[in-house]
């Protein structure tokens, strides 16, 4: 028998060398190439307990062969929620289960439509993209203003996007369907020149739009009123029939009539054609009124009933080819909504054609600009107007417009009149828009010392902006001002702009808060693609965020996005060629039939709870209650954070993650750098001359980095296998390597066994109960310390006690200090069963390791008397 002390010194020389000799064997390489093969096809628990292969392979590797036949008890264990500390799993007081469960993801893996961290990301993106409006809106005026100066030609603006898309956006030309001929020909037109290309295409079309519109327009007012006059003349033929209308009355009905009457003539005379159409259609229809009465008589016989359906049938089917009143208001509103249509199409060209300075064949005028100062002034003030929501730009400009106008203002009229200082008074003081210009009036004309007057009585909730509006203006109670008086002193002007600046959001940043709220709430009940696109505040916030909400996409278009394979360059996402869309499509988890899918994380739901548990454990050990309290809050951040990494380089940056990853592999973040973690993450793990396969380390290593999903670039994958990731299948594989080995060492020598179990289980060793609750660890420390048999049998907190007194628990930690411990264990161990221990053994060995020599030979003295 080779000693216990030299075997296991060879073995743990080069433990990679040994377990990959392990591996090699035949049996062990079918079993874990079968192993490797199948398991990701295994989509239930089910499938997996019916694979006996793969069953067993697992339960041998976490050191559960012995518990194999127990399908029944594996079922609850891999059924466990792990999250959930009262789940089965989690009461075994054995954590091999929990480990065991760990290892797969029948449990882990939720399918959501969105996580809370895509949540949070994607309203975080909205809060940035309403932040930054008003910015990029600058940016893009500055630029048309810089580049406005250097166009020579009509072709350079309409050829440059950015330019062409502001100049689009001013006049309201559709930047998808736009006729660059009729768009260039505005552009070089001269309106007083009746050659120009907007007088010979367009004014054409204008004048005749403009008569329909007046032609039809007319012909509505009329239709309107001869249908009010017809109306009324029958109410009034009823009351003039009525005995009991007084005559006085009857005369001043009369007189009524005959107006009536004669509005009638005269709109007969102005439009006779539909008039008399109307009249025809309106005869018909009384006809069938009078043959249905007929039909209702009770005494008539089934020919006659037969004879009067038929006229009425008859009448009927002449009044689906005859024009009514009906028939002339849908036609003619027709014709004025196109007419009006068209007139503010051509508008848009005739704007063009007035606010550029193109010469006709498109060049700018020799010593001229392609627009006038003021033009331009005004195109990029339209442009800060025509923002989706109120920006700081848009409020300088009406501060600006106040402060210049109110110096001018004598009267509270003025101000009623005049619709922008209406508004801006409003916003500054915190009174709703929906005030009335009547009720401002009351506030501006109210006597502030008379308590009863509208300031002192009124407003309710805003009576103190009433009373706060009053104060800022100088009015007498009729609306005028007292001579030498102004409206607002300088002070009360700088009071009102100064309140403006601070309030003229305040109703949109209201309803981004409603928003955002009624998306969290609506979003909780999403449950499938259809159910998200058919929620419009829903959409609002989504497209707003990445910037696709002036596209105008189909739902059609919107759901083959959100449908898109984002691991397929080929899918129709990508096809796009707009990140726009692929943000949007990462914001979401669909599955290709729209129902709810798994998101794409950097970590699996399963790893982000192993990660935050070993990190717990490896803070915890040996730790105060602060610094317990400390390592759960640190976890909490990392599994929150986790999920919004995106890439290789997001998590890299972020040391703070970098260490706490490092920390749960049991790796010390002070011996790591960075740069060292990156060529880990880089590393190709099937070629054996690669960083992380000439790391010691390595398995730690690639257990580590397999339990994150990026791909080659670092960017996010999702994993191909299904109920384990990675890192499981690495930690399995290891995990029955060592097994293998020790089982078979064992089976020559049980102390070899025992050394390299205790060697593998150390570091999950916090108290000395651990050590009392593992025969096999317990045994290692009896015989290293030489702790009498008897002492098993006493009470267990005196055998804690008497182990702490003869080990150091956080020894176990230090792999020096286990090493040194696990070596006096293997040379006691074979003193104890009596194993010769030669000189040329010690020899071939290597010479112990930290044991000499003399050490080995006094120790096996102890067997043979001396001492």
């Not at 400009?397 to 109110?406: F, G, N, P, R, S």
């Not at 990731?725 to 594989?733: A, D």
């Amino acid at each position: 028998m080779v000693s216990t002390y030299i075997d296991y010194n060879l073995l743990t020389r080069d433990m990679k060398t040994s377990l990959q000799r392990t591996s090699q064997q035949t049996l062990v390489a079918r079993e874990s190439e079968y192993y490797k093969e199948n398991i990701g096809n295994v989509s239930s628990i089910d499938e997996f307990l019916d694979d006996y292969r793969l069953y067993a392979y697992a339960m041998k590797a976490h050191g559960l062969e012995d518990m194999t036949y127990a399908k029944a008890f594996m079922r609850k264990v891999l059924e466990s929620d792990l999250s959930d500390d009262s789940s089965y799993a989690n009461m075994l007081t054995d954590e091999r289960y929990r480990e065991f469960a760990m290892a797969f993801s029948f449990s882990q893996s939720t399918e959501v439509v969105q996580s809370d961290a895509q949540e949070d990301a994607l309203i975080g993106l909205y809060n940035q993209t309403i932040s930054n409006i008003d910015s990029k809106m600058g940016e893009e005026t500055r630029y048309y203003d810089t580049m406005m100066d250097t166009i020579t030609n009509v072709d350079q603006l309409l050829q440059n996007d950015r330019l062409r898309s502001y100049t689009f956006r001013v006049f309201g030309v559709d930047e998808k369907y736009y006729n660059y001929e009729q768009v260039r020909g505005a552009l070089v037109s001269d309106l007083d020149d009746p050659n120009s290309y907007f007088n010979t295409q367009f004014a054409p079309a204008l004048a005749a739009a403009q008569a329909t519109n007046a032609s039809s327009t007319q012909a509505l007012s009329a239709l309107s009123s001869r249908v009010q006059s017809q109306t009324r003349i029958t109410k009034i033929d009823a009351l003039l029939a009525d005995a009991s209308t007084p005559d006085a009355d009857k005369v001043t009905l009369q007189a009524e009539k005959t107006t009536l009457q004669t509005n009638i003539a005269t709109i007969d005379a102005a439009f006779p054609e539909m008039t008399s159409n109307i009249d025809a259609y309106a005869g018909v229809e009384a006809e069938i009124r009078d043959l249905r009465t007929q039909l209702s008589q009770p005494d008539l016989t089934e020919a006659e009933r037969a004879a009067l359906q038929a006229q009425i049938e008859q009448r009927q089917a002449s009044l689906a080819t005859m024009k009514g009143v009906s028939f002339y208001a849908t036609d003619l509103q027709a014709k004025q909504a196109e007419s009006s249509a068209t007139i503010a199409r051509i508008a848009v060209f005739k704007d063009l054609a007035l606010m550029y300075d193109f010469a006709a064949d498109g060049s700018v005028p020799a010593g001229g600009t392609a627009q006038a100062a003021d033009s331009r002034t005004a195109t990029k003030e339209v442009y800060a107007y025509k923002a989706p929501r109120a920006t700081t730009s848009v409020a300088l400009l009406h501060k600006d417009y106040y402060e210049d106008t109110i110096g001018t203002i004598t009267t509270v009229a003025q101000i009623k009149g005049d619709s922008r200082l209406y508004s801006y008074i409003l916003t500054a003081f915190g009174l709703p828009s929906g005030a009335t210009v009547t009720t401002l009036e009351s506030i501006l004309t109210s006597d502030p010392n008379d308590p009863t007057s509208f300031v002192n009585t009124k407003g309710g909730e805003y009576n103190a902006a009433y009373k706060a509006l009053r104060a800022a203006f100088n009015f007498k109670t009729d609306g005028t001002l007292a001579a030498g008086d102004t409206a607002q002193t300088a002070a009360q002007t700088k009071l009102t702009s100064d309140n403006y600046m601070v309030r003229y959001n305040d109703a949109d940043e209201a309803a981004d808060e409603s928003l955002i709220a009624s998306f969290k709430t609506l979003m909780s009940v999403v449950s499938n693609v259809d159910d998200l696109l058919s929620d419009t505040k829903i959409m609002k916030l989504a497209l707003t965020a990445v910037g696709l909400e002036n596209e105008d996409d189909t739902a059609r278009k919107l759901k083959k996005v959100l449908t898109s394979d984002l691991t397929d360059p080929k899918s129709y996402v990508y096809t796009l060629k707009d990140d726009r869309y692929l943000q949007l499509a990462k914001a979401f988890n669909f599955n290709a039939d729209g129902s709810a899918g798994v998101p794409m994380l950097a970590q699996a739901e399963s790893e982000i709870l192993n990660t935050a548990k070993s990190y717990v454990i490896e803070k915890s050990r040996f730790a105060t209650e602060d610094e317990k309290t400390k390592a759960t809050a640190e976890a909490k951040y990392y599994s929150g954070e986790v999920g919004k990494i995106k890439t290789l380089d997001e998590l890299l940056s972020n040391r703070r993650m970098v260490d706490f990853i490092l920390v749960a592999a049991g790796l010390d973040p002070e011996e790591v750098t960075t740069d060292y973690v990156r060529q880990m993450f880089e590393s190709d793990f099937n070629d054996p001359n690669s960083f992380i396969n000439k790391e010691p380390n390595t398995t730690i290593y690639k257990e580590l980095v397999s339990s994150y999903n990026f791909d080659g670039e670092g960017n996010l994958a999702r994993p191909e296998l299904g109920i384990q990731t990675k890192r499981g299948l690495l930690e399995t594989e290891d995990l029955y390597l060592n097994q293998t080995l020790e089982q078979q060492r064992g089976e020559d020598n049980a102390g070899v066994r025992l050394a390299l179990y205790f060697r593998r289980q150390a570091t999950g060793v916090n108290t000395a109960y651990d050590l009392l609750a593992d025969s096999a660890l317990l045994q290692v420390i009896q015989t290293t310390f030489s702790i009498p048999e008897a002492m098993a049998s006493a009470d267990v907190d005196i055998q804690y006690a008497y182990i702490n007194r003869v080990l150091d628990v956080k020894d176990l930690q230090d792999p020096e200090k286990l090493e040194k411990l696990l070596l006096r264990f293997t040379a006691l161990y074979d003193v104890e069963n009596n194993v010769d221990i030669s000189g040329a053994e010690l020899i071939l060995s290597g010479g112990g390791g930290g044991i000499s020599a003399d050490t080995l030979f006094s120790l096996s003295q102890l067997r043979l008397g001396g001492f």
